[in-house]
């Protein structure tokens, strides 16, 4: 494939040799994120950069940079809106500091399975979302989904009508996420992701939620002596990419970075699934955490004990975002 750079005078063809040119030459892209490179978004991540570089000849280049090595969590969002890296992937409760209606994604029990969510999201509820992020300069790539989020604690099984008050889960981000522990009658507080495993072992917090693959990734499942399985909440990560930088790339350059996109997404759409699959069953095969699993009545129950944050979300935010959830639109 042969790209093109608009300067301020023509187009400019470029030798097919990508690899010659020095760096001010190329279109370099700098993939910012923080887990593992083992994890789904890291071999994602790693596989849209290559897929990039073999698309275009060495013409642009995407660097990753993985497991919080350039950027930690909760710095990554100021370096993309400051240009310091093109892309990042948070998850998307990262982004309710800078766009609080995307709270409404993190609603517990607000979607059954990842097409829910990509459906809201394609949704024009989701649309409205997407342009409240353009308005702060940041553009939606693509979703990625993690998975369904399950609850650890070090105290004991939890089930719907269990005594919460003593522990004090990690979340992501205050706001919706605290609140659906709060209601239970536990405490919860914001850690970044690199800490979860520290401030686990410290006993800063005895408790936290997780999809299967990051609780066997990051280890959790060693300071952690009870799992239950609840699928309250799902994890997915936003891909964006700094305004300014997509803004300044020529429409073939767009349409690469897009059509590579989302042929990766789908790929990391299946590996998640069965990282969360295999995960799970190291879980139940290392016998190193006690298991519970909540039935559909329970999990239904819970749902119900979670319907204030509903009501609040609605008084804060509006009802019009709920009512575009697939639940309410059957």
Known sequence: MTLFLMTSCSLTSYPVDHEQLSEEERIVIRFSHVVGENTPKGLASRKFAEEIYEKTDGFMEVQVFANSNLYKDGEEIEALMSGSVQIIAPATAKMTSIVPELQVLDLPYAFQDVNEVQQYIDSPAGKVLQRKLEDEGLYLLAFWPNGFKQMTNSKNIL????????????????????????????????????????????????????????????????????????????????????????????????????????????WETEIA??????????????????????????????????????????????????????????
């Open 159 to 266: 089930k719907v009508n269990s005594d919460f008050e003593d522990l004090n889960f990690r979340v992501m981000a205050k706001g919706v996420l605290s609140s659906q522990y709060e209601i239970l009658g536990a405490s919860a507080q914001a850690e970044t992701f690199d800490r979860v495993y520290s401030e686990l072992e410290a006993e800063n917090v005895n408790a936290q939620e997780n999809t299967f693959s990051n609780i066997v990734n990051k280890n959790i499942y060693e300071l952690q002596e009870y799992l239950t399985v609840s699928d309250h909440g799902f994890l997915g990560y936003f891909i964006l990419i700094n305004g300014v930088f997509w803004n300044g790339l020529t429409d073939e350059m767009k349409m690469v970075i897009l059509e590579t996109m989302e042929e990766v997404s789908e």
């Open 273 to 330: 699934e069965k990282s969360n699959e295999e995960s799970y069953e190291k879980l139940e095969e290392c016998n190193c955490i006690e298991i519970y699993e909540l039935s559909d009545e329970e999990k239904s129950q819970l749902e119900k004990r979670f319907s204030p944050i509903y009501d609040d979300f609605s008084q804060k935010f509006g009802a019009h975002y709920i009512d575009y959830l697939p639940k309410n639109k059957k």
